[in-house]
């Protein structure tokens, strides 16, 4: 049975490994299908596509872009759009614009709370990207300041704490329209892992439905088995199709390895069948 990671990332946005790197650490792990969804930009795929075909692994086309709904910050990740797509690149520009102004605002409250010169820190470790949280974390850790990147978004980064900045993203009506206007599939990612309660999830799915959303995530390495079975519940009753991936971002992480996460539970239909990306031979 083929093995489809449809969520990862590379250092074009918050990974470690540049895509080429990233592509033949999936192929070493078994993964017959993988989607590049970098965070607000798809820069990374022509390398990607290359790699691939040199790994002869297929690649999705793939975009994780920030959102909002009712002042909750989400993801909606863009699967096989077309990656030439100039209008859809310029609305991405935008978000990424967004989040260097968010970054100068990060390194400002974190100099507030003692620790300074954050900014030019993270921009040299970003080399030329966009700067993430996930950058910030790192510089903690590497200062001491915390002992790895869960404890400094835990204690800085996340929702409420803080060094946690709140940004004007697009609302997630807009986000699913840029990407069907692209060709796209928008798919919601991680619901498990927001901080809301069930009947707010389902408010969220429910709204996302409502503006054309095809997939929920359901399987992904930070769900929990009952989290995936719920979310498989919520994706059948609201005739949407189901995702997977590992979000994977960095090797050394102990909980998101390529292609390492629990299979769709057998009543829900996997979005590569929507487009019979199974059935490609690229």
């Not at 946005?13 to 970098?38: F, H, I, N, Q, W």
């Not at 935008?94 to 010169?117: F, S, T, V, Y």
């Not at 790895?148 to 993203?169: E, H, I, N, S």
């Not at 389902?202 to 095809?214: E, P, Q, V």
Request: proline share 4%; charged share 25%; glycine share 6%.
């Amino acid at each position: 049975m083929s093995v489809f990671d449809l969520h990862s990332h590379s250092n074009l946005s918050d990974g470690e490994l540049s895509p080429t790197a990233l592509v033949a650490r999936a192929k070493s792990k078994g993964v017959d299908y993988l989607a590049l969804t970098d965070h607000d930009t798809f820069s990374g795929m022509a390398e990607a596509k290359k790699a691939a075909a040199e790994e002869k692994i297929q690649l999705i086309t793939g975009v994780e872009v920030s959102a909002v709904w009712n002042k909750l910050e989400i993801h909606i990740v863009g699967l096989d759009f077309q990656s030439d797509d100039q209008c859809f690149a310029g609305h991405l520009q935008k978000q990424c614009d967004a989040r260097w102004q968010r970054a100068e605002k990060i390194a400002l409250k974190l100099e507030q709370r003692g620790i300074p010169g954050t900014f030019e820190e993270a921009q040299e470790m970003a080399e030329g990207q966009v700067i993430g949280r996930p950058i910030f974390a790192q510089i903690l850790v590497n200062r001491g300041v915390v002992k790895d990147r869960a404890q400094a978004f835990k204690k800085y980064l996340k929702v409420g704490k803080p060094a946690y900045v709140m940004t004007d993203w697009v609302s997630m009506e807009e986000s699913i329209e840029w990407i069907h206007q692209a060709g796209g599939l928008a798919v919601l990612a991680h619901p498990g892992r927001y901080p809301i309660s069930k009947t707010k999830l389902r408010s969220l799915i429910t709204a996302f439905k409502s503006f054309g959303g095809d997939a929920l995530e359901v399987s992904t390495a930070t769900h929990k088995p009952t989290d995936i079975d719920i979310l498989a519940r919520l994706s059948c009753d609201n005739e949407l199709y189901s995702s997977q991936g590992s979000d994977f971002h960095l090797p050394e992480s102990h909980w998101a390895e390529l292609g390492k996460f629990p299979p769709l539970p057998k009543i829900c239909e996997p979005i590569w069948m929507k487009r019979n990306w199974h059935q490609r031979v690229e």
